[in-house]
């Protein structure tokens, strides 16, 4: 139960989340973070990417410590690559890792967000990759609430825009408590 917003701007992506886990009635804080970035590297080729997690804290252990994604050229398309290559991997990832299941000859996954070279992608558990024109996604128990936060607060700065969100969505949804933090790449 959490809530993660991504958000595009200028060429960089904008990640915030929240840092509670429920068990039952229960709350208890996280240690880990359910937003992270990585950094991946291929001879003297690097790409930043960032990652959002609501759901399973195994996906996000798996991506952030097992994901290894080629890293591409410059030049390269990048839509085409999430959508291919770096999906590729991150199916790869989790079967190894024991968190792919399969449904009526489907694999099913768990949904994350993601940002990589100025995009925001979300990751749907079918392994879809999707991008929304709206600049904005959130996902996660409160969702709908950070989604009408969003729209609402466009005239605020990234960052500020996020915690404001963040902060609304925690006022009105209980599965989502503060402290809320912001990355950015």
Not at 66 to 88: E, G, K, N, W
Request: proline share 4%; hydrophobic share 40%.
């Amino acid at each position: 139960m959490t809530v993660i917003i991504g958000l595009e701007h200028e060429n960089h992506v904008y990640m915030g989340g929240d840092s509670i886990s429920l068990s039952g009635w229960s709350k208890a804080p996280i240690a880990g973070e359910k937003v992270f970035k990585r950094s991946f590297k291929s001879g003297i080729l690097s790409r930043d990417f960032i990652f959002g997690f609501a759901g399973s804290p195994r996906a996000a252990q798996l991506v952030e410590y097992r994901l290894q994604p080629p890293v591409i050229s410059d030049a390269a398309d990048t839509d085409a690559y999430m959508r291919t290559d770096f999906i590729d991997a991150v199916r790869t990832c989790f079967r190894n890792g024991g968190l792919l299941t399969t449904e009526n000859g489907q694999e099913k996954g768990h949904p994350f967000l993601v940002g990589y070279r100025g995009s925001l992608y979300f990751v749907g558990s079918d392994f879809s990759v999707e991008d929304y024109q709206r600049g904005f996604f959130c996902i996660g128990a409160g969702d709908d609430v950070a989604t009408g936060a969003m729209a609402a607060l466009s005239d605020l700065p990234p960052e500020a825009r996020i915690l404001k969100a963040l902060q609304v969505t925690g006022d009105l949804c209980a599965a989502v408590c503060e402290p809320y933090y912001v990355e950015v790449v």
